[in-house]
């Protein structure tokens, strides 16, 4: 049953202080636990056409050989969006921002973005998000 929003459920749980002894920060994005990973390559080797099949209900009728090389593809997509974001948060790490983790992480977004308009324009909202699905590890 739903219950109505209380101004405890917006308290962090217990225990989770940072050095100041304060609530601490949580990103979303977790860019600063992963590393760039040196076999992904550049998004922009990737084609978002090879997965956008994803998107469409052809997919239900795709055989078990053309699936299990989507999820490659799929994979492979996934980890350039992570070492692009982990990439970019290492780059602007020093340049005093507050969450360059997040940052990093709209960045990457961004790009992916502007490379799925130009490339299957009628898939933009599922290109997103995958691009955070990707970035959270989901």
């Known amino acids: 049953m739903l219950r109505c929003f209380e101004q405890k459920d917006a308290k962090p749980p217990r225990g989770k202080h940072g050095k100041s002894g304060g609530p601490r920060q949580l990103s979303l994005w ?11 390559r550049a998004l922009e080797e990737h084609s978002l056409r090879e997965v956008a099949v994803l998107w469409t209900p052809a997919a239900k009728k795709l055989d078990l050989p ?37 940052v990093a992480a709209y960045l990457t977004l ?29």
């Open 30 to 40: 977790g860019a600063t636990a992963r590393s760039a990973s040196k076999t992904a």
């Open 110 to 138: 961004r790009e992916l973005d502007d490379k799925g308009r130009s490339e299957v324009p009628q898939h933009r909202l599922q290109v997103i998000d995958f691009g955070v699905k990707a970035l959270v590890g989901r």
């Open 66 to 102: 053309a699936v299990q090389e989507l999820e490659a593809r799929c994979r492979a997509l996934a980890d350039s969006v992570t070492s692009g974001a982990a990439a970019t948060h290492g780059a602007i790490r020093n340049a005093g921002l507050t969450h360059p983790s997040d």
